[in-house]
């Protein structure tokens, strides 16, 4: 047999029609889940035998059907999910994501985008500076402030705890009882010492007091510690409230501790007019996540730093074999702990020229609207009582007569029941229910119709005997 010069079959390959025809499935199916999700569970949880029983198996030596596989991944996998983009999905956190959105990440996946050296990606790299400058400019953080999209707040807080530690030196970490509890996590994990992380009680609104900031600080300074970051919060996950942002910054300011503000949930709606967060432009630095209240599939999380340099500073790195592609205006691999970066910001870049501030502003504050709608509901009801206002698309509120076990048990129900997912959280001490509403399509009968479910629950629970 003559050798042969063409190249071997490519093992990989998916013929061009194969690739068109499911791709348009895929485009379909994903139009069909969001055309009939109002009226499909808010969330489905299947247990791990039912699961793996579908999706497991021996290891598959020889090929599948793609077909097949991809029905499994659309109505098996992709379904046992809570669907933050369910109009009634009220738990933790929604994420309301946009259809510009998934069509730029997409894209994005498509062409293998990478967001890494300048000269790997300089047009996603321009794309995630543009979108930062974009949103910075649009909430009025710092104008010198500089960024990087990570992945969640998690990472994007942590990264910004290791970058101030850097930048400002070892000292006293201040929390407060409503910083988000992954910060603690990630002070630990970088090594923060313990004894160096004071969390301080907020007030009865749940925010954090400059005063007993202060005092703190006084306590720490006379047993000859150096105070140095202090974490505040702008719309904390629990209530929504916001510490004192400009009486914090002052504070910061004389002691010389780097103010960091958690905006992971609550910083979009500096975005809305009217609702614009004051302090925001002295804090040090910043975070908020796209990926719950600026409509991106996950993930996506936007961190700021306002002292130039601070982020390459702390992260520059310089291995040999990057030596040649280095020296455009950033290499966003040392703007954090991550190399091979997926382009976050295609998506983002897409849906902030596509839709509009204004737009997305609107959208928004649909959500702070809605409510207020929804406390007004609770306020009007004699068997419900509002705990915490609408605060910033969150409120808390409780079934008088029920204990703390039955208004958990209140919102499990509820949420097994399919038509609306909701939490309990505990404020002051005391169990009650949360929403989180923050998604445009939620529509004042879907807050009707919830509420009307907690209610025929809350009096099946209380029916029930012990
Ligand atoms: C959700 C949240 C976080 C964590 O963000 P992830 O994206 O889930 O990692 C941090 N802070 C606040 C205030 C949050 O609401």
């Not at 090594?191 to 703190?216: F, Q």
């Not at 047993?223 to 910054?249: E, I, M």
Request: glycine content about 8%; proline content about 7%.
């Amino acid at each position: 047999m003559p050798v042969s010069s063409d190249p071997p079959p490519d093992l990989l390959d998916l013929p061009e029609e194969e690739l068109r025809r499911l791709g348009y499935w895929v485009v379909d199916r994903t139009i069909e889940h969001l055309r009939t999700l109002p009226d499909r569970p808010a969330i489905t949880t299947s247990s791990y035998d039912e699961l793996v029983g579908r999706l497991g198996g021996p290891i598959p030596r020889s090929a599948h059907s793609l077909d097949e596989g991809l029905a499994l991944l659309a109505d098996v996998a992709l379904e046992a999910q809570q669907h933050g983009d369910h109009p009634r999905y009220f738990a933790r956190v929604p994420g309301p994501s946009s259809p510009v959105a998934v069509l730029g990440e997409w894209l994005a996946v498509g062409m293998q985008a990478i967001a890494s050296s300048w000269a790997g990606g300089s047009g996603t790299a321009t794309l995630e500076l543009v979108a930062l400058d974009w949103l910075r400019d649009a909430l009025g953080l710092a104008p010198t402030a500089e960024g990087i999209v990570l992945t969640g707040g998690s990472i994007a807080n942590t990264t910004a705890l290791i970058a101030a530690r850097a930048e400002h030196g070892e000292g006293v970490l201040y929390l407060s009882d409503q910083t988000h509890s992954s910060i603690a996590r990630g002070a630990r994990a970088i090594g923060w010492p313990p004894d160096l992380i004071r969390v301080l009680p907020t007030d009865s609104d749940l925010r954090l007091r400059p005063d007993t900031v202060a005092a703190a600080v006084r306590d720490d300074i006379a047993a000859r510690l150096r105070p140095s970051v202090l974490v505040a919060t702008a719309g904390n996950t629990n209530s929504g409230a916001c510490d004192d942002l400009l009486a914090l910054a002052d504070l910061c300011r004389e002691a010389s501790i780097w103010l960091h503000v958690d905006g992971a949930y609550g910083g979009p709606t500096a975005l809305v007019p009217g609702h614009e967060l004051r302090g925001l432009s002295v804090a040090d630095s910043f975070v908020l996540d796209p990926h719950k209240w600026l409509f991106q599939p996950y993930d996506a999380a936007c961190l700021w730093v306002s002292r130039p340099g601070a982020l390459e500073r702390t992260f520059s790195m310089h291995p040999e074999y990057l030596t040649d592609i280095q020296g455009g205006p950033v290499d966003l691999h040392n703007r954090g702990l991550e190399l091979s970066r997926h382009s976050r910001a295609a998506k983002l870049w897409l849906t902030l020229r596509t839709y509009g501030f204004d737009a997305l502003g609107q959208a928004i504050g649909r959500g702070i609207e809605l409510a207020s709608y929804a406390e007004g509901l609770i306020g009007d009801s004699p068997q419900l009582e509002v705990v915490t206002p609408a605060q910033r698309g969150i409120l808390t509120f409780a079934v008088p007569g029920l204990d703390d076990a039955q208004h958990a048990e209140v919102a499990a129900l509820v949420t097994a029941d399919g038509h609306a997912a909701l939490t309990s959280t505990v404020i002051h001490g005391r169990r009650v229910l949360r929403l989180c509403i923050i998604n445009p399509r939620t529509t004042h009968e879907d807050l009707r119709s919830t509420l009307e479910l907690v209610l025929d629950t809350a009096a099946q629970v209380n029916d029930l005997p012990d």
